[in-house]
Nanobody, 134 residues
């Protein structure tokens, strides 16, 4: 069982910054693929950033060079550092997790290839609202 709890949402001025956190609680020792999504009012949920088991990150074009996804050393907390915020960043932000897949060949590794770039994450947080005013 996995529980994800976001925090750090709130209000910001355009050009400002906010840091979101997602506390990850798991009853098993599992490597997770992690991601942030967001959903603005009246719009569909969209991917913001993801980080795989090797800590490689992928960003949506709209947030590239402004947002940074990271984890703590034990991967118990997922972060999203948001800089140079604009009103277009106003949304509910969700963290998500999905079990990484063990690939034994050619080099043993935990893979997130099957989930990165998709919406198919299995575990979701409840979301935290970020509102950016001009």
């Amino acid at each position: 069982r996995v529980e994800l709890v976001e925090s750090g949402g709130g209000s910001a001025q355009a050009g400002g910054s906010r840091r979101l956190s997602c506390a990850i609680s798991s009853s098993t020792y599992t490597t997770y693929c992690l991601a942030w999504f967001r959903q603005a009012a009246g719009k569909e949920r969209e991917p913001v950033a993801s980080i795989d088991a090797g800590d490689d990150a992928v960003y949506a074009e709209s947030v590239k060079d402004r947002f940074t996804i990271s984890t703590d050393k034990g991967r118990n907390t997922l972060y999203l550092q948001m800089d140079s915020l604009t009103p277009a960043d106003t949304a509910i932000y969700y963290c998500a997790a999905h079990e990484a897949l063990y690939l034994p060949d050619p080099n043993p590794r935990m893979s997130c290839d099957m989930i990165t770039g998709t919406m198919n994450y299995y575990h979701w947080g409840q979301g935290t609202q970020v509102t950016v005013s001009s």
